[in-house]
T-cell receptor
Framework: RKEVEQDPGPFNVPEGATVAFNCTYS??????FFWYRQDCRKEPKLLMS???SGNEDGRFTAQLNRASQYISLLIRDSKLSDSATYLC?????????????FGTGTRLKVLA | ETGVTQSPTHLIKTRGQQVTLRCSSQ?????VSWYQQALGQGPQFIFQ???????GRGNFPPRFSGLQFPNYSSELNVNALELDDSALYLC????????????FGPGTRLLVL
């Protein structure tokens, strides 16, 4: 079983739709959580950190459920420019090494 | 922009050859992590360098090796290239080994024929 699992999609949604992605992680010792956005053939870019209390940045809302070990991302009022792959990332330290563990990513296509 | 640079941007090699990829970290950052991203997959952790020492390694064979220099720039070396080594290689710098914020460079796209 992968440490971080995501539905690869693609999710094809019309402009203006609300779309939600979930991600599960297997290691309860995971320390921090993020959503990254990756455009085709580009590097991942930080979209937002994820906190247990939930956090919102404009049209984007992220939530962490430690008890169930899942992370969610909600995008409201989707724009064409939201089309990208969304990577769920867990950050944890083991024996002094701190690293990102990525999911495979969920592809989103927003259609006109 | 993150201030992390990588070179070259693209590279084509043949099986069995060796390759060196380079990364300049963001100013003031002493930790560099390398990731391999195959097509359709998320990035996979290769190893991390902290103050010129390897500070942890993912599930990659010894033919993947690296260096970090006194100015904290870094190299990733891959010997005896295999077709499956074709991927996007990303480096990420951070302020310290325990810093959860990593800044990614644009990557080097390697194609092995």
């Amino acid at each position: 079983r992968k440490e971080v699992e995501q539905d690869p999609g693609p999710f094809n949604v019309p402009e203006g739709a609300t779309v939600a992605f979930n991600c599960t992680y297997s290691n309860s010792a995971s320390q921090s959580f993020f959503w990254y956005r990756q455009d085709c053939r580009k590097e991942p870019k930080l979209l937002m950190s994820v906190y247990s209390s939930g956090n919102e940045d404009g049209r984007f809302t992220a939530q962490l459920n430690r008890a169930s070990q899942y992370i969610s991302l909600l995008i409201r009022d989707s724009k064409l420019s939201d089309s990208a792959t969304y990577l769920c990332v867990v950050w944890k330290g083991t024996s002094g090494t701190y690293k990102y563990i990525f999911g495979t990513g969920t592809r989103l296509k927003v259609l006109a | 922009e993150t201030g992390v640079t990588q070179s070259p941007t693209h590279l084509i090699k043949t099986r069995g050859q060796q390759v060196t990829l380079r990364c300049s970290s963001q100013s003031g950052h002493n930790t560099v992590s390398w990731y391999q991203q195959a097509l359709g997959q998320g990035p996979q952790f290769i190893f991390q360098y902290y103050r010129e020492e390897e500070n942890g390694r993912g599930n990659f064979p010894p033919r993947f090796s690296g260096l970090q220099f006194p100015n904290y720039s870094s190299e990733l070396n891959v010997n005896a290239l295999e077709l499956d080594d074709s991927a996007l290689y990303l480096c990420a710098s951070s302020l310290a080994s325990g810093d959860e914020t990593q800044y990614f460079g644009p990557g080097t796209r390697l194609l092995v024929l």
